[in-house]
T-cell receptor, first 117, second 111 residues
Framework: AQKITQTQPGMFVQEKEAVTLDCTYD???????LFWYKQPSSGEMIFLIY??????QNATEGRYSLNFQKARKSANLVISASQLGDSAMYFC??????????????FGTGTRLQVTL | NAGVTQTPKFRILKIGQSMTLQCTQD?????MYWYRQDPGMGLKLIYY???????DKGEVPNGYNVSRSTTEDFPLRLELAAPSQTSVYFC??????????FGPGTRLTVL
């Protein structure tokens, strides 16, 4: 079974609107972390936001927030006030295991976001 | 700080050739990782290291080897290159189990 599922291959959003990128995950480990990375057309991987499985509140980083629903095993990324520069591939990733173990990440297949005028 | 650097940026190999992808980080991170990204896909873990002298296999290790003699360097060796190894290779490092810092990637084509 897929550990990380991103069901939206592509999304369009108008500039200044909010957009939600979906991510569901599968793990039996009680300790895990969820990450979102942005990959622009230039190819580099840019860290956006992190949510730990024991974190009580949803993570926020500027215009990015993570809608973490543990019971549904979902970790959707919300981008508010979209900008043209947000056009990129977005990857959801999961780290399993507790403190002291390497942060091996399992990635989803990504969602390509296109911001339009 | 330069962060994570990778060389070369691009490389074309013939089938059966070997090469080493270099990765260096200057953040004194214990953990380092190698991923590959095939077209239209997410990244898959090849090998990782939790410190100098300690390496372990990831999800797709076949056809690759690694070594970690220093904290800074984590080279990835391809022996007997095959077309299936055409990919973009990313090196990353992390201080612990939190976010990973990625290098700019190496685009490898095997013909």
């Amino acid at each position: 079974a897929q550990k990380i599922t991103q069901t939206q291959p592509g999304m369009f959003v108008q500039e200044k609107e909010a957009v939600t990128l979906d991510c569901t995950y599968d793990t039996s480990d009680p300790s895990y972390g969820l990450f979102w990375y942005k990959q622009p057309s230039s190819g580099e991987m840019i860290f956006l936001i992190y949510q730990g499985s024991y974190d009580q509140q949803n993570a926020t980083e500027g215009r990015y927030s993570l809608n973490f629903q543990k019971a549904r095993k979902s970790a959707n990324l919300v981008i508010s006030a979209s900008q043209l520069g947000d056009s990129a591939m977005y990857f959801c990733a999961m780290r399993e295991g507790s403190t002291g173990t390497a942060s091996k990440l399992t990635f989803g297949t990504g969602t390509r976001l296109q911001v339009t005028l | 700080n330069a962060g994570v650097t990778q060389t070369p940026k691009f490389r074309i190999l013939k089938i059966g050739q070997s090469m080493t992808l270099q990765c260096t980080q200057d953040m004194n991170h214990n953990y380092m990782y190698w991923y590959r990204q095939d077209p239209g896909m997410g990244l898959k873990l090849i090998y990782y290291s939790v410190g100098a002298g300690i390496t372990d296999k990831g999800e797709v290790p076949n056809g690759y080897n690694v070594s970690r003699s220093t904290t800074e360097d984590f080279p990835l060796r391809l022996e007997l290159a095959a077309p299936s190894q055409t990919s973009v290779y990313f090196c990353a490092s992390s201080p612990a189990r939190f976010k990973q810092f990625f290098g700019p990637g190496t685009r490898l084509t095997v013909l």
